[in-house]
């Protein structure tokens, strides 16, 4: 029996082949940002009680610096701005946790 796509599942795959083809750097980027980000947000769930920040705010920089890359290559303006923003409260947020300020 010969499988057939649905359209809404066509409608996917075509859309991560064009992320893919379309910039193959900001896809790699964007590929680097999402598993740092799932990676920092898992430790802090499962360590919610005494979450080691000093490992979560480096992994989550990790995450928006290569996001920031990914954004400026395909031109993405406001995901820009905020994952900026992002990048300073993380460099805040680590410094804190270490007693910097």
């Known amino acids: 029996?010969?499988?057939?796509?649905?359209p809404f599942w066509t409608g996917v795959k075509q859309f991560w082949v064009r992320s893919y083809t379309s910039d193959r750097r900001a896809f790699a980027a964007e590929t680097i940002a999402s598993v740092a980000v799932?990676?920092?947000?898992?430790?802090?769930?499962?360590?919610?009680?005494?979450?080691?920040?000093?490992?979560?705010?480096?992994?989550?920089?990790?995450?928006?610096?290569f996001s920031v890359y990914a954004y400026r290559r395909r031109g993405l303006a406001w995901p820009l701005v905020i994952t900026g923003?992002?990048?300073?409260?993380?460099?805040?947020?680590?410094?804190r946790s270490l007693g910097w300020w």
Do not use: C, R
């Open 85 to 95: 923003y992002f990048i300073l409260m993380q460099w805040f947020g680590f410094g």
């Open 1 to 6: 029996m010969q499988e057939t796509k649905t």
């Open 38 to 65: 799932v990676t920092g947000n898992t430790m802090l769930a499962l360590t919610a009680n005494a979450p080691p920040m000093y490992l979560i705010y480096p992994i989550n920089f990790v995450s928006a610096v």
